[in-house]
């Protein structure tokens, strides 16, 4: 029997057709068996140009937090910061492990594995992950820049609400209803951005401020709109919504697990990068004030030989 479309029918998906999804949205072999790209191959020269069109004011906005060097149940491992100065000059040196709930970073492909030891995204064997770094899928591969046309999706602002709950995530077919009452067309290559309202969402409810807990976000229903309208990369300040019932879990403590179904389908399957702890406030007061809810967007990540992700500071200009 046919498993139905999620967007189509506004139906999340059950437990089979989410496995089912891994090989209807999966992008392995797409642009090639030796591609490291993934999704960001549909950032053509041309998606390029008309992204660069959308520039009119001039008004540049960061989407990134502050690097968070304070030890907190939600940062368990704080970035650290030292400043050495003398009379003439100063130095500074950072570290920071910025995979996490608090630092503002991008996933690469070497990110997630398809199950524990499985391949990663277009077939590339996980064993090419050592403590030395990636062999493949390295952000590294992200080292020219990434700008493309950016499109806000603010949720709590299309519902009225303050911030997405647990018994309301965030839906695919919601995106395609936000899109149309913004008066906007998803198009291929676009940086999709999620606004969820974590910061008063953790206000309103502080005993999720920590590790561990199960936390309201984006559904995996959203997969198949970003395959179905070829999402380039995501941005999103609350990331998955906990206990979907599907398969795609990481470690987090000796006994504790966390569900990710989002990030285990995207990254392995899509090939498409994760933009995780996006601060995305500021833009979404600009982009109410001007009416508008496309603009360029550009990340620029560090060159790290075989990092499995780098810090970054994204960019929404208008």
Known sequence: MELQMSLSD?????????????????NWGRWGKDDQLGTLNLITPEVRKNASSLVQNGISISCSYPLDTTPSPRNPNPAQ??????????HDY???S??????????????????????????????????NGAEALGVQNMKEGIFTRGV????????GTSYVDHEN????????????????EPKSGDAVLIR???????????????????MPGVHASCIEFFHKYDAAILGWDMMDASNQGYQGTIPIGPDKFASWPVHFMALPFLGMPLIDNTNLD????????????????????LNVQGGTGSPVNPLAIF
């Open 94 to 96: 950072i570290g920071v």
């Open 10 to 26: 506004k139906q999340a998906p059950s437990s089979e057709q989410y496995e089912a999804d891994k090989k209807k949205f999966n």
């Open 282 to 301: 500021p833009l979404a007061e600009y982009a109410k004030k001007e009416e508008r809810h496309e603009f360029l967007f550009v990340i620029s990540p």
């Open 152 to 159: 806000l999706y603010d949720v709590p602002a299309f519902r």
């Open 196 to 214: 969820s309202g974590i910061k008063n969402f953790l206000n309103d409810n502080p005993a999720f401020n920590k590790m561990g807990v199960d």
């Open 169 to 184: 995530p965030v839906h695919g077919w919601e995106l395609e209803e936000i899109a149309k009452t913004n008066g906007i």
């Open 98 to 131: 910025y995979h996490g709930l608090t630092n503002t970073h991008i996933d690469a492909l070497c990110h997630n594995f398809v199950g524990p030891n499985g391949p990663m995204y277009n077939d590339f064997d996980s064993s090419l992950v050592t403590s």
């Open 81 to 90: 910061h030292f400043v050495s100065f003398g009379p003439s000059n100063s």
